[in-house]
């Protein structure tokens, strides 16, 4: 039995009827598809490297604790593996189309919670892999990890054979209550626990810490997410969203990044929401909403995993807010003033442990995070308009069933009354951009795609006309 963090256990009860919140993506590989048996019989022999994928999730009686992950005892992995086929003429509209349906399906949150589709007919020899886990099992950074887990680092690798695998017993209610109620007992942070003999020498470091965080970081988290800042941003972004998406993407190689960081100065994220910035300015300009002063507000994760917590499954992210200038005319401006932002953003991030306030969560009543988490997903927005999170992924070739992996597109939800979110992620030497909308309100959303690539071709011709940028000594280093 494995109790969630408080930000995995957020994700659960975001889930809704309008809000399936599963993380997932399309991967393309050469050649003929795999037979389905094969395909089965490889993720069979991982799944002992990724224990969770046999798990369900167990809530606790009226929110007494955050749920826990429990041996799934009738696991049956012919439920998890799905098999289809594109219509003609399977070029990359049909696999869109196709993904599109399958990721604004919910996951059957009974069984554990994930997804994969092998897909037949795609044109030039090709076959593709829709994989969906549900937000609460993994992060972007973790489900990095896992793809290297599934996938091989040559065409022809030792098979494992899989092992016998036998479900752990069940715990009772009983027994999950009663741990949930030990747990709330001994963290020390708990509003109203009273501490064990061993955490005692902990309080005053622990109220120390809120205390600091309280000082140091609510303020500046208010001062970025409370409206008013002096600069409009555009209302067609927020509203209710419907049970269908629309998904999207194109793609940027890591050359053309790095001729424009090395012209313009920058980061590697820097140039991305930039780029992205030209793509939500072509956006509100076809929908009439454009003004010189315009912003739209992105919510931008920060991954906190530390190096010992790679290969751990789980969330492990903090986020900063971006507004991106939609309505600055000049690429290259563009590109400066969020570089002025993100290097605010790392040195206020800097001033505060932002893994250890990500770990206050873990202390709040588990009753009001159902509550909040709730109410967030169902209320109306207007503090941001969407969201952007980019995953560096493998710089080598992958393969799978000995077929090479050439395209690998991300996909993110859409939640709490923001439309339209980005997914970035890097593999070999070419960034692919997924933009998930919510299908009724963004029949436009080529727009955005469309932008980002346009982004990238003008910053690349800007970068030829202008000098060399010599690196600040002064500036905090970034990737």
Known sequence: ???????????????????????????VLEGPAPAYGDLVRLLVSKLDLVPRYRQVIKTVPFQL??????????????????????????????????????????LDMTKPVWEAWLVEGLAGDRWALISKAHHCMIDGEGSTDLMQVIFDLEPEPERREPSEWTPSP?????????GSIIDTVRE?????????????????????????????????????????????TPKSLNGPLGPNRRWVWTDASMAEVKTIRTALGGTVNDVILAAVTRGYRDLVAGRGELTPELVVRSLVPVSTRQPSGRGQVNNQVSSV???????????????????????????????????????LADYAAPTLLALGARSMSRMPNRLTQTGTTNVPGPRIPLYLLGRRLVESHPYVPVFAGVRVATGIFSYLDTFSFGVTADFDSFPDVELITDGIRAGFDELVAAAADAPVAVPDPAQPSRQ
């Open 1 to 27: 039995m494995d109790r969630m963090s408080a930000m995995d256990a957020m994700f659960f009860y975001m889930e809704g009827e309008n809000t399936p919140m599963h993380v997932g993506g399309v991967s």
């Open 321 to 359: 807010v971006v507004d991106l200038p939609v309505g600055e005319d000049d690429p290259v401006r563009r590109l400066q003033l969020i570089r002025e932002q993100m290097d605010r953003n790392k040195r206020g991030m800097g001033a505060v442990d932002a893994a250890a306030i990500v770990g």
């Open 65 to 106: 604790g955050r749920p826990v992950w429990v041996d799934d005892p009738h696991f049956q992995i012919l439920y998890h593996v799905r098999h289809t086929s594109l219509p003609g003429p399977g070029g990359p509209e049909q696999l869109r189309n196709l993904a599109g349906r399958v990721f604004a399906q919910r």
């Open 188 to 232: 020390p942070l708990q509003a109203i626990g009273i501490p064990s003999v061993d955490d005692f020498a902990k309080i005053p470091e622990a109220l120390a810490g809120v205390a600091f965080a309280a000082k140091e970081l609510v303020p500046q988290q208010i001062a970025q997410l409370v409206p008013g800042r002096g600069q409009p």
């Open 170 to 178: 069940a715990p009772s209610t009983f027994e999950v209550t009663a």
